[in-house]
Structures are given as C-alpha cells and as structure tokens.
C-alpha cells in the first residue's frame, strides 16, 4: 500500500503539472503549499491554474476512482458474483436520468428546483435505490439473484427512457452536453464539488473495512457466513443501502462512468488476495491511481478537445472484462 500512495502522489502531481500551461512540479507544490498556509493568490503567477483548476480536478478524479473501486468491491460480495458492478443494481441509471432531466429541462445551473445538475442526479439515484429495495424485498428475505434482476431490469427501463429523452433534444448543443456527461466528465470539477465525496468516500470505506470479516464470510455462502455468526440478511441490506447512496454521489459528480468499478477489485485481487481487510484500501488506493491517469489521458490525449473519461475506461475495460470471462470460462466456474 505505502508504494501505491507514493505511486498515487507522484500521479497527482503529474496531473497538476501536465496540461495545456506546464507547470513545474517544484512550483505546483509551492502553490500548494501557500495556498494551506493561507497566502494569497500572487497575480501573474500560475496559482489560479494550480489551485483553482488543476488541484480541484485532480482530487476529483482521486476521489472518484477510490470510490468506485470500494463499491465495485462491496458490489461482488454482496451478491456473490466477480463480474458485478455498480452499474448492476441499475443505481447508474437512475442517477443518469435525473441528470439528463435536469440538462433537457435546463435545469444544470440550480434552475427552478433549486437542485441542479448534480442534485437531480442524486435524486435520481436515490429514487431508483428505493425502487429496487421495494421490489427486491417483495417475498422477504434479500436473495441476491433477485436484488441483479430488479436492478438490470429498471435500470434497463432507466436507460430507455433516458435514450428517449435524448431524442427529444433538439438542440445541438444540448444534446452534445447529455452525451458528454452520460460518459462520464470530470471537467465541472471546483472546491465546492469536492466536499460531498470528500466526506462520503472515507466514510464509506472505513464502514466497509469495519465489516471486511462479514464481506469475507458473505463470499463463502449464505449458511456458511450464518454459521460464522453473522447476520446476512443485515449485512446485505446495510451494504445494498451503503453502496447505492455511494453510487449516486459518485455518479452525481463526475457522471456515469463504466468498467472502472468491475476492473479494479480484479486487479487489486490479484495484487493482495481476496481478503477484504487489505483488498478494501487498496482497491481505493488503485482506483485513484487509475482515474488520475485516465483523466490525464484525456485532457491531453487531443489538443483540439477533452476525450470524455468513458471513453477510455471502456476502451481499457472491455478487454479486461473480456479476459475474465475467458478465465471464468476456463475454470468452468
């Protein structure tokens, strides 16, 4: 973990330095460092790019893919399947309609809601993490099998109606903001932004990490991990509630972002074992590392314009879900 936290600083300073304007990272932490000791903004220096632009980003991303990385984790054992991510429980959509609502009603700016784009993002998260609890507490019981189908089949229902809406658009420029932000942007990154996730990625995380014995019994089986004295059907409520208000923070501030929640705890499982003490820290650890460097990518990748993120974690991830059904299929699991 101590070589991916230095990995993971020297990523954060890249991402502050590289950009249209470089900057040194001598003077990227010069700006930082005044700027935590309270000095004022020196005009004609690069400290609005640094601390205004560049630093508000960079954590973003850092935050983001943490906290993807911690629910993609939680989300393959709460319903016992590797191949398992936010995106599952159909939370994503939920959070993708709202948003798109938002943009389409010309909402984005805090408009006659009061909620903005953001907001209405979390509301649609919220809303559809109470639909599916509905439906998959119909019968009693949390089986996972029917937690995935309520999830795919209204976020499926989600997607569609988003899609419609998205035809409805007829303004250019409105319509290219909704695809741009259905795949996924860090670019609307600021100060304020940050203080939702700054709170509820931690939080969320050292909850986790409080129950990583359950997580691990929970991978075991049902009757296993109640031999093991814990209480399943509590334990899978509190994870479905934990990771779906995580999703729609998440989803709310940087958009609807794919693969990234699904590769990370593969690759951090094979760096630590399934242990979820050690994998929980440093699924988040790596998963900040990976989204740094892809936003690194795609401001830089083109000089004429921002690749969107989704554009390059699906790029990296569906080879990476591609090998592992391979694996899977090998296996004959």
């Known amino acids: 973990m101590a070589v991916l936290g230095v990995v993971l600083l020297a990523a954060l300073t890249a991402a502050v330095a590289w950009g249209s304007t470089s900057i040194p990272p001598g003077e990227v932490w010069g700006v930082v460092w005044r700027r935590l000791g309270g000095e004022a903004p020196r005009p004609g220096t690069n400290d ?29 054992a709460l319903v016992r399947n590797p191949l398992a991510d936010p995106y599952l429980l159909g939370i994503s959509n939920g959070a993708s309609l709202g948003a798109v609502t938002a943009i389409v009603l010309g909402l984005g700016a805090g408009g006659a809601l009061g909620l903005g784009l953001s907001g209405a993002a979390f509301a649609g998260a919220l809303a559809t993490f109470a639909l599916v609890w509905v439906i998959a507490r119909r019968g009693g019981g949390f089986a996972p099998l029917r937690l995935v189908l309520a ?29 741009f932000w259905l795949m996924g942007s860090l670019s609307g990154a600021n100060w304020e932004l940050l203080a939702v996730p700054a709170v509820a990625v931690p939080v969320a995380l050292l909850w986790l990490q409080a129950r990583a014995r359950g997580l691990n019994a929970l991978l075991m089986g049902d009757e296993t991990a109640a031999g093991l004295g814990i209480d399943v059907t509590r334990l899978r409520r509190e994870l ?34 399934g ?42 991830g569906a080879p990476a879900l591609l090998y592992l059904l391979d694996r899977r299929l090998g296996s004959g699991s």
Do not use: N
């Open 151 to 179: 999830g795919v089949a209204i976020g499926q229902f989600l997607s569609g109606f988003t899609s419609y809406l998205v035809l409805q658009t007829g303004d250019e420029q409105q319509t290219h903001s909704v695809l």
């Open 240 to 273: 479905f509630t934990v990771t779906s208000v995580l999703t729609g923070v998440l989803v709310a501030v940087s958009g609807a972002i794919a693969f990234v929640a699904l590769m990370v705890p593969h690759v951090c499982r094979l760096l630590v074992g």
């Open 275 to 316: 242990d979820h003490r050690r994998l929980l820290p440093v699924s988040a650890l790596f998963g900040a590392l990976l989204m740094v460097v892809v936003d690194i990518v795609c401001r830089t990748a083109m000089d004429s314009q921002e690749l969107p993120v989704g554009v390059v974690t699906s790029l990296i």
């Open 48 to 76: 609005l790019i640094v601390w205004q632009l560049r630093v508000p980003r960079a954590l973003l991303a850092a935050l983001v893919g943490s906290g993807l990385g911690i629910v993609g984790t939680a989300v393959q």
